[in-house]
C-alpha cells in the first residue's frame, strides 16, 4: 500500500482526491492546508486522516511515500526541494514552478535524488486526448500543414477558481493554466517549438493576467504553430487544439471531445469507445513499485515551462 499526503486543498487539490481514494493501492494518510478549517473538513471526509497546516510537518511524517503538491505555483519550488530532501516520491500540479531557474533546479535535483516524480498533466490520461494521439500517429491527417490552439473564456478567471492568484500576472492568467496544457501535447506529440512571437493584451490593472494572446511559433520541419485566445467575450468557453493535414483535419475540443474529418468532409465527432488509456495513479502505483510507468516527469514540465516563458514575455 502507499501512503499519499496531499499539500494543497483547494479547487485543483481536491480533484485527485476521488482517484486516490478509489485506488486499491493507495491511501490518503495525510492532509496539509494553511487553511485549517479546510484541512479539518477534508480529513473528516477521509475518516479522520493526519492533519497539517504547516507541510514541513507532513513532510516529517514517516508513513508518508508520496506527496502531491497541489499549491500555487510559486510555493512548489520550495515544497518540493523539502521533500526531496525529505525522500518522498513527488506528483506535482502544473505548471513545475514559477520561474524557469526554479524548474530547472527541481528537475537537476529531483533527477539526483532518484525519488520517482511526475506532473500532474491529466490529458495523457484521459480518453479524448488518448485518441487524438492515437489518429495523429496512425497518420489520419497525412502531412501536418498547420496546428493551431485557440482558447476563449467569457470570463478569466472562471467562476469555480476565484482566488488571489489564478487570474494574477505572477502565477496566473489563462496561458499559464490552460495553455501549458497543450504545449505539453505539443511537445509530446510534434516535437520542439521554436521561433516564439508573441502579441499579449493585458488590463489596466498591472496585477492581472493577460486578456488575450496572439503567438506564431514553428516546429523543427518549420511547420507554422499559431496560439490566439481571450477573455472577457461573449459565448461560451471554448478550447480548440487543432492538427491541419494534407488528408484531413482532427481536432480535441473543450478537453473531452475529437472531431475529424477527410478532406472535402465535414468535421463530425469521433468515437471514444474502446480508446485505451493510462491511468495516472495506476502509473504512479508502477513507478513507486519500480517498474516501467507511463509518467511525465520534471523534465517534461520543465521543457513545458521553457515555452511558457516564452509566450507570457512582455515585450
Keep these: 500500500m502507499i501512503h499519499i499526503g496531499i499539500i494543497g486543498l483547494g479547487a485543483i487539490g481536491q480533484r485527485l482526491i476521488k482517484q486516490f481514494t478509489e485506488h486499491d493501492e493507495v491511501v490518503i494518510t495525510a492532509v496539509c492546508d494553511r487553511n485549517e478549517s479546510l484541512a479539518k473538513k477534508t480529513s473528516e471526509q477521509l ?26 505555483p510559486k510555493f512548489h519550488h520550495a515544497i518540493v526541494m523539502d521533500a526531496i530532501e525529505a525522500k518522498k516520491h513527488i506528483l506535482c500540479e502544473k505548471p513545475l514552478a514559477n520561474s524557469l531557474e526554479e524548474a530547472r533546479e527541481m528537475a537537476d535535483a529531483v533527477k539526483e535524488a532518484c525519488v520517482v516524480h511526475a506532473m500532474n498533466f491529466p490529458l495523457n ?13 496512425e497518420n489520419y491527417i497525412g502531412k501536418l500543414r498547420r496546428l493551431q ?16 492568484w489564478v487570474g494574477g500576472r505572477e502565477q496566473g492568467g489563462f496561458v499559464l493554466e490552460v495553455g501549458v496544457h497543450f504545449i505539453q501535447q505539443t511537445l509530446k506529440l510534434f516535437g520542439e517549438i521554436h521561433n516564439i512571437q ?35 467575450l461573449a459565448g461560451k468557453e471554448h478550447i480548440g ?4 493535414g494534407t488528408e484531413g483535419v482532427l481536432t480535441l475540443e473543450n478537453w473531452g471531445e475529437v472531431r475529424g474529418g477527410k478532406m472535402g468532409d465535414t468535421l463530425e465527432p469521433i468515437s471514444l469507445e474502446a480508446t485505451t488509456h493510462p491511468r495516472l495513479i495506476d ?29 507570457r514575455k512582455e515585450k
Design 198 to 232: 508573441t502579441r499579449l493584451e493585458f488590463p489596466d490593472d498591472p496585477t492581472l493576467g493577460e486578456t488575450g494572446i496572439i503567438a506564431t511559433s514553428e516546429l523543427e520541419d518549420g511547420t507554422p504553430v499559431l496560439i490566439e485566445g481571450m477573455s472577457g
Design 47 to 72: 475518516g479522520n486522516v493526519e492533519v497539517y497546516t504547516d507541510y514541513k510537518q507532513l513532510l516529517a511524517n514517516t508513513q508518508v511515500d508520496l506527496v502531491y503538491v497541489a499549491v500555487p
Design 283 to 311: 502509473e504512479l502505483v508502477k513507478a513507486v513499485n519500480g517498474q516501467e510507468a507511463d509518467l511525465y516527469d520534471f523534465e517534461v514540465g520543465y521543457q513545458a515551462q521553457k515555452i511558457l516563458e516564452e509566450l
Design 125 to 137: 490520461y484521459g480518453q479524448a486526448a488518448s485518441k487524438f494521439a492515437e489518429l495523429i500517429n
Design 149 to 164: 490552439l485557440s482558447m476563449h473564456f467569457p470570463a478569466w478567471p472562471r467562476a469555480w477558481q476565484k482566488n488571489d
Design 241 to 244: 487544439f487543432t492538427a491541419y
